[in-house]
């Protein structure tokens, strides 16, 4: 390694890092922006009472027990209520693929973060129903 | 046998009383007049002195002064970040302000509020005044830093000399520092940073000796001054490249960050700082890569010479930031040297080639013609 | 030694508080700027992945699996499936077959990037550990695309694999492959051509291959030495495709150290390690065939296991990652399971490798093993 070969390698490097400087920035402004969530990101659930037959398939295929099943709550002819407890749920998908009746789907709404931790355990209301759609929240609009 | 003259005694007491109530009336009098004058005076002092000196007091506070100084410094931290968030495909400061403008400012605030935590193992009061000292005296060279022709606070026939005697003191006060905060690794730290300033001093100094030699002065105004046919630069390329190595070396910014290896000791002698000692070390960094940034405008940008039509004051941020770029570009570019490495390749390379550049200036000065009126012309 | 000198030793804890040192702590002893003794601790990470998998059952068990090492999920998650598939005598179908071999390649790709970044920042340049990390998000892109999670992707399942390929996925991965084949000479350059990088990687961390051998080393440390010992080649799993790739076994050889590697020739060796994964994808994306991507019968069969141990393994980014498991007749969960990452090796091979060194080479010796907190813990 000669001297003048170092040099080489110095200036090879320089002109990496100075071209880099008029490149465009990768990260996104989050809050403001958003990425585009593909159509199988796992986020939250949303239960479908209406085809739900109470079979606890969902119950039984969760590995870290946040799935909760209340078969009296009835509302429809043999539905049964979920309680999710998204402190523990690990997003791992099981549940989605062990519901035969196409009951339980993931959202695309991944930032659950909430004020206090209680407002994590989701009782069945909020788990049949989506407050916010995942894109229409999102854009630009908040700039 | 003796006659009293009653009437005569009180006639002499009433005068007397009436006299006596007079002097006393003086001299309330006399105590509220010199109060009076004595207030004027002060009043009349401060305005002589505001009034004689106006133009240095602003010179020395507001503009190329203590504000202009911690304003530049702070826009130039924001500066540092937004570059180095550019080359690393981010984004640097965005929220506060206008391009994150303000983030600096509420950065300073957020930490200057911090809780001080003091370790148990420390000097406590040394721990307290240290990092006000360092900044102070970080900040003290400015004042001879040449920011125009009429834009400057001091003017000293030796400022060259005195920079460098100021900068020579940073070292031994983070020494200190780490010495006395109490922790392993902040030991280690504070003698990485002497060692930083054991290898970088003699060639930082030996390169700076050419441009000084080229102008036959030692003040930097003279040498900014001599330079408005042609910068030095042109003239010494390689004794740029060893004064922009060795000040960042002398700094202890990234390629040579030993003192402060995030990796190796978790932050070096700042290790066990918080709060506000934290936020005084940390801007006493980047004044003291502001200074060497200055330095370098004045010694080989021509100081205020430059663009015309625009105040001189102007080229010279205007270089100055330039000459900041370069310094983002090289600390994002190499890897962190070992502190025996640093040693090792400022006094191999950057020394020789420092000396020899010294040499070339004395042959050039006797030998070429002409050389000597070019650059000490004006 | 004599017992005078260790008067003047100074102990330090690196870690667990430590910057670089995310969690795991080793106690060094100083003599100066030596490093005269280590002393790697383990412990601080264990959350009993063992006990973990003998109450998950045979589905749920590869998801603690690749909570072991996020970074190579789709490789993490394999021994323990191929040891279900063992016991369960699970035929899996070819698509599936190719399906895991490619991301599992992915999945070391994406891991080397992060340990190109992680090892630039312990070398202490902070630009190139953000470049391979953006490059790296394109990968997880990737995966999100395919299974919906970026990290823990939960792929595999005893009989198959869980989501099919789309087009939109196959587009997403070759624009990956694209993108890091494109930057790749650039690395080079930053990484094994700066000779600031040269400087602090050199005969740092030197050891042969017998020593490697004996301290348990595998993977990517051993294979630097020039021993070409690769699961992929020596042990030939049915399950997985690479048969059908025409591939060599990369290795390196030191002419300065025959048959020793030093962190440079580590650091040479997973560029050679990312070539060929990248090679073995872009042979393996045109022989997917079509068909069912999971045994019909993997469901049922993997509910209740028969009596049996079997004995998964797979060349990880790291190592050698394997995994015994034993199961009870009619077993819904493992009777036992024991987890072997390659990291336990690689963490105290250091016990060996750092006295002698200087205190800034510590980090550089970790680093350049790469071992991962959660794969010597469990």
């Known amino acids: ?143 | 046998m003796m006659q009293v003259n009653w009437f005569q005694i009180l006639i002499d007491w009433v005068y007397g009383l009436i006299f006596w109530v007079y002097d006393v009336v003086n001299w309330i009098v006399g105590i509220i007049l010199w109060v009076y004058n004595w207030v004027w005076g002060v009043i009349f002092w401060i305005w002589d002195l505001v009034f004689l000196n106006l133009d240095f007091l602003i010179k020395a506070i507001l503009f190329p002064g203590l504000i202009f100084v911690v304003l530049a410094l702070i826009y130039t931290v924001w500066f540092t970040r937004k570059m180095w968030g550019r080359i690393q495909m981010r984004r640097g400061p965005f929220h506060m302000g206008k391009f994150g403008g303000l983030q600096l400012f509420a950065d300073a605030i957020k930490l200057i509020s911090k809780e001080v935590i003091i370790p148990d193992g420390s000097r406590r009061w040394m721990y307290r005044i240290l990092p006000s000292i360092l900044l102070v005296i970080v900040l003290l060279p400015f004042a001879f830093i040449p920011w125009d022709a009429t834009w400057y606070i001091a003017d000293l026939s030796v400022s060259l000399v005195l920079v460098f005697a100021f900068l020579a003191a940073v070292p031994i006060l983070a020494l200190l520092i780490g010495w006395i905060s109490g922790s392993k690794y902040s030991l280690i730290g504070g003698f990485r940073a002497a060692n930083n300033q054991f290898a970088a001093e003699i060639p930082i100094i030996m390169s700076s000796v050419g441009p000084a030699l080229l102008a036959g002065s030692l003040s930097l105004m003279a040498i900014s001054g001599a330079q408005s046919s042609v910068w030095y630069v042109f003239l010494l390329p390689i004794n740029f490249v060893t004064f922009l190595v060795s000040s960042v070396v002398a700094v202890g910014t990234f390629p040579f960050d030993a003192p402060v290896a995030d990796s190796e000791i978790i932050f070096g002698w700042r290790t066990e700082l918080s709060g506000v000692y934290f936020t005084l070390t940390y801007f006493a960094e980047f004044a003291e890569q502001m200074l060497y940034s200055a330095l370098m405008v004045v010694l080989f940008f021509g100081g205020a010479s430059g663009l015309p039509f625009l105040p001189g004051f102007v080229n010279f941020i205007i270089k100055f930031l330039i000459v900041m770029f370069f310094f983002i570009i090289v600390t994002s570019s190499f890897y962190r040297l070992r502190q025996d490495q640093i040693t090792r390749y400022c006094w191999k390379y950057l020394l020789p080639l420092s000396m020899l550049n010294i040499i070339l200036v004395l042959f050039g000065l006797a030998y070429i013609d002409g050389l000597a009126a070019l650059v000490m012309g004006g | ?378």
């Open chain 1, 1 to 143: 390694m000669g001297f003048f070969s170092t040099l080489g390698e110095i200036f090879t490097i320089l002109k990496h890092v100075f071209s880099q400087v008029f490149e465009r920035p990768f990260t996104v402004l989050y809050p403001y922006e958003d990425r585009e969530h593909p159509e199988r990101t796992r986020g939250r659930h949303i239960h479908i009472r209406e085809k739900c037959t109470a079979c606890a398939q969902c119950v039984r295929a969760c590995p870290v027990v946040a799935i909760r099943i209340d078969k009296s709550d009835r509302k429809y002819e043999k539905d049964a209520a979920l309680y999710f407890d998204y402190t523990r749920c690990i997003f791992c998908g099981l549940c989605v693929q062990a519901c035969r009746f196409n009951a339980l789907f993931h959202t695309k709404v991944v930032d659950l973060s909430e004020p206090e931790r209680e407002r994590l355990h989701y009782d069945p209301e909020r788990i049949e129903t989506l407050d916010r759609d995942p894109l229409e929240w999102r854009g630009s609009r908040f700039r």
């Open chain 3, 1 to 378: 030694m004599s017992p005078d000198i260790l008067d003047e030793a100074i102990e330090i804890w690196f870690g667990p508080q430590h910057v670089s040192a995310h969690g795991w702590a080793a106690k060094l002893t100083l003599i100066g700027d030596y490093i005269v003794e280590c002393d790697p601790h383990a412990g601080y990470f264990h959350r009993s992945a063992e006990k973990v998998l003998e109450f998950r059952n045979f589905r749920q068990g590869p998801l603690v699996m690749e909570r072991l090492c996020m970074l190579e999920s789709f490789l993490m998650e394999y021994p323990y499936v191929s040891a279900v598939e063992q016991i369960a005598g699970l035929e899996v179908p070819e698509r599936a077959r190719i399906m895991r071999t490619i991301l599992m390649e992915a999945s070391r790709i994406h891991s080397l990037q992060f340990w190109w970044g992680q090892f630039a920042a312990e070398l202490g340049l902070f630009t190139m550990l953000l470049w391979p990390w953006v490059d790296r998000e394109y990968f997880l892109d990737a995966f999100e695309e395919l299974t919906g999670s970026r990290h823990a992707v939960s792929f595999n399942t005893p009989g198959g694999v869980k989501y099919d390929f789309t087009d939109k996925f196959l587009k997403k991965l070759d624009r990956a492959l694209l993108r890091i084949e494109e930057r790749l000479p650039k690395f080079k350059d930053m990484l094994l051509h700066g000779p600031t990088f040269r400087l602090r990687t050199k005969n740092v961390g030197l050891f042969s291959a017998e020593q490697g051998l004996r301290w348990g080393l595998s993977g990517p440390n051993i294979k630097a030495c020039g021993v070409p010992m690769d699961l992929r080649k020596d042990k030939p799993d049915s399950n997985l495709a690479y048969d059908l790739a025409d591939w060599e076994v990369p290795t390196v050889h030191n002419e300065e150290h025959p048959g020793q590697s030093d962190a440079y020739d580590r650091m040479v060796q997973r560029f050679l390690e990312v070539e060929t994964s990248i090679n073995i994808i872009r042979q393996l994306l045109p022989q997917i065939p079509e068909g069912p991507i999971i045994d019909p019968k993997a469901r049922a069969k993997a509910n209740r296991l028969p009596e049996g141990e079997a004995y998964g393994r797979v060349e990880g980014t790291r190592g050698i990652t394997s995994l015994w498991l034993k199961t009870t007749e009619k077993a819904q969960t493992a009777y036992r399971a024991k987890i072997r990452g390659p990291c336990f090796a690689s963490y105290y091979a250091l016990k060996h490798l750092v006295p002698g060194s200087r205190f800034a080479d510590f980090i550089v010796i970790f680093g350049s093993l790469d071992p991962y907190p959660g794969l010597w813990d469990r």
